[in-house]
């Protein structure tokens, strides 16, 4: 089993819509949890980070963290053909040295 | 505020080659970790380098190490470079001792073995 497991898409959605991207871990003991996003031939960038359990709000990023059921996701409001690119899931557990584990990504294309 | 700087961008190497690649951390940042990210997938851990030591470290073989400097840049080593080390090579660093340690990727070294 995978640390983090995501699903490859690719997942397409039009302009305008709600995006969602969902994530999964399997160390109960993970205490951070992000998103990047990765343009196609450039570095993961980082876009979220939340770390209690609810949902965190930056602009039209919305992540949501549901630790007993090890669970976390990313909505996208008013997606933008922009925002095609893949969404990396990682998780951190603070009692493993802070070692990080990402997901393999989720394909995101918004259609004009 | 210079981010995380890797060299080369590109690298075009032989079977059995060696190869070493750079990385100079974000101003501030004490930690440096290396991964291995293949075409299609997310990227894979393969060791973090802390006080110049080697303090974690991935499912990959000895012919991968490396190095960090006082001044907390760090190097990549492979050895006898074989066809399925063609990946893009992310350094990332963060700030050690934090409990919201995160990581800022640089733009990656893409190797080639041939």
């Known amino acids: 089993q995978k640390e983090v497991e995501q699903n490859s898409g690719p997942l397409s959605v039009p302009e305008g819509a709600i995006a969602s991207l969902n994530c999964t871990y399997s160390?109960?003991?993970?205490?951070?949890f992000f998103w990047y996003r990765q343009y196609s031939g450039k570095s993961p960038e980082l876009i979220m980070s939340?770390?209690?359990?609810g949902d965190k709000e930056d602009g039209r990023f919305t992540a949501q963290l549901n630790k007993a059921s090890q669970y976390v996701s990313l909505l996208i409001r008013d997606s933008q053909p922009s925002d095609s690119a893949t969404y990396l899931c990682?998780?951190?557990?603070?009692?493993?040295?802070?070692?990080?584990?990402f997901g393999s990504g989720t394909k995101l294309n918004v259609k004009p | 505020d210079a981010g995380v700087t890797q060299s080369p961008t590109h690298l075009i190497k032989t079977r059995g080659q060696q190869v070493t690649l750079r990385c100079s951390p974000k101003?501030?940042?004490?930690?440096v970790s290396w991964y291995q990210q293949a075409l299609g997938q997310g990227p894979q851990f393969i060791f973090q380098?802390?006080?110049?030591?080697?303090?974690q470290r991935g499912n990959f073989p000895d012919r991968f190490s490396g190095h960090q400097f006082p001044n907390y840049s760090s190097e990549l080593n492979v050895n006898a470079l074989l066809l399925g080390d063609s990946a893009l090579y992310l350094c990332?660093?963060?700030?050690?001792?934090?409990?919201?340690?995160?990581?800022?990727f640089g733009s990656g070294t893409q190797l080639s073995v041939l």
């Open positions: 990332a660093s963060s700030l050690k001792g934090t409990t919201n340690e995160k990581l800022f």
């Open positions: 101003s501030g940042h004490d930690t």
């Open positions: 160390d109960r003991g993970s205490q951070s």
């Open positions: 939340i770390y209690s359990n």
């Open positions: 380098y802390y006080e110049e030591e080697e303090r």
């Open positions: 990682a998780v951190q557990n603070w009692d493993n040295f802070n070692k990080f584990y």
